[in-house]
């Protein structure tokens, strides 16, 4: 049995509280064996007198588990203050996130559940990347695109673009990338959720679908087309659909995933369902990467209240993937 990597995340934030909560609850929930790449004095500064110990090997990991929680550790810039971003934390910040993706990748870790990282910090020492998919993605150092999927309850969302304004969504829906996109969630709900037939549902741009060019041509001109390509491939692809009445209850029994054209299209419905239960998953990456669907939580840092249960989920869910893949 490979254990599961956690990376650090942002030390000023939440996620060492969520790591030891999840040490915690590990035999109620029924969690997989993990290890943290962190900094122990800073876990033991958080006073939730838990049994931490340093193991040098991801191996290690699976005895130690059952007694403690095991860290691999690694230097701090300094002693993080909760709640307040430092830029000198920021390499600690990428070296727990590139270690543990080497440890996947090496075949040591089962996967990587990736604590909240907050970019502002890591800009600051020159972090190039977009996002933290986009860097797990570079470290695995093949021609692979990564894909956000959200996941919670009955419903799991992509969008097709994510962190771009609104005003140019419409000129970034193309062919091309609803092609890229719809094939690597067929792959991927095969090979990770073990779905032999992926249902995808394509929602509309345009309010109601554009109505036949009516609201906009976008639908009528490249989603609509796209889709009967799709289809004519042999995926299982329909729309595209009005996205307000995509998500209720009975909608979503006809469909295994949703793709919307937007970001706040496919989250918006996912986090009104389940706003504390969500996980960030990337397709489309050789190794298995989750995340909880929040972030950092500056504001409540070192208050022992942070909700557990999205990070919880993102453990399970990386554990179902590897045990498809397996």
Known sequence: MKPLAITMGDPAGIGGELTIKAWKMAAQENLPPFFAVDNIERLKALNFDVPIEEITHPQQAVDVFKRALPVINIDLGEMPTLGQLSSKNGQAVITSIEKSVAFA???????????????????????????HTEFVAALCGKDETPIMMLAAKDLRVVPLTVHIPLKDVPSAVTEELIFEKVRIIHQSLK?????????IAVAGLNPH?????KIGLEDRDVVAPTVKKLIAEGLNVTGPHPADTLFHAEAREHYDIALGMYHDQALIPLKTLDFHGGVNVTLGLSVVRTSPDHGTALNIAGQGIA????FL???KMADEIVQHRR
């Open 105 to 131: 990748l090496d075949g040591e870790a089962a996967g990587v559940v990736t604590n909240p990282i907050h970019k502002a910090a890591l800009y600051d020492i020159g972090f190039e990347h977009p996002g």
């Open 191 to 199: 090979k990770d959720f073990g779905l032999e037939d992926p249902r």
């Open 209 to 213: 679908a554009g109505e036949d060019g």
């Open 307 to 310: 909700n557990p249960q999205s």
């Open 313 to 315: 989920n993102a453990i």
